[in-house]
């Protein structure tokens, strides 16, 4: 293990050897194309090949080096290793406020998810973030323990001039939080009456508050106070197939919420 150890440090102390690796990997290269490539100088290159024929990582032929297949294999795992920190890195200010009772799927499809978090200037950002996503999209799929005004107000809007498909299942306290404000009330009974939306109640407690947005996947993430912390975003089919999965299983088992239930 150690000298396993030893030679991801050997790669990870040089941005050069991981460069140098990564294009010999590609397709064979010259030593005046890998300087050119690199930007390191020859002597420097000249000591990184050497390196590399020592531990059987390129093969020289006809001028030109190319990775050998342990070479291809160990730039390749280095690689997968730097991409799962950039993931940790990504994900570290936020991950504990993931469902992580949720999530089926292996975190690394959130390597290019949109991280929206609030701040002094932009206290609302999170939710902007969502309102942008739906005020664009033509199918909207919900599942969550809250119903937020904004959202509500524009699913409204976009569902009764016909732009927008809705279905929601929520928990029955975030439909009673809606019924028992008039003003959020009536706006509900309106989006009950849209032809193209469909509102369920489900008696489960829902650990999410997720919106699907034609094929990106929306997730608020609050604390254990329920105060609102980040959310993410991402068009990930991974991420896509457990959000549809997990919408269809509350889904199924919700019952349908009638003006007269209302």
Known sequence: MESALEEIEFLALSPNRVEALTYLTETAHTR????????????????ILHDFEDRGWIEREDGAYRATVTG???????????????????LRPIVRWLPAEAISFDLEHLTEATITKPSRVRPNAPVKRVLDLLGTATDVRVVSYAFNEQSLELISERTASGDQEFD????????DALADDSQLRDQLRDLLTAENATIRISEESIPVAMTITDSTVHLFLRDDNGILQASLDVDEPEVYSWATELFERYWNDATPLTIDRL
Do not use: K, Y
Request: proline share 2%.
């Open 32 to 47: 005046r194309e890998l300087v050119e490539l690199t930007g390191a100088s020859q002597p420097t290159l000249g000591r």
């Open 72 to 90: 291809t294999l160990v730039s390749r795992g280095f690689s997968e290793l730097v991409e799962i920190l950039d993931t940790d890195l990504e």
């Open 168 to 175: 929601g299942v929520f928990s029955s306290t975030a439909i």
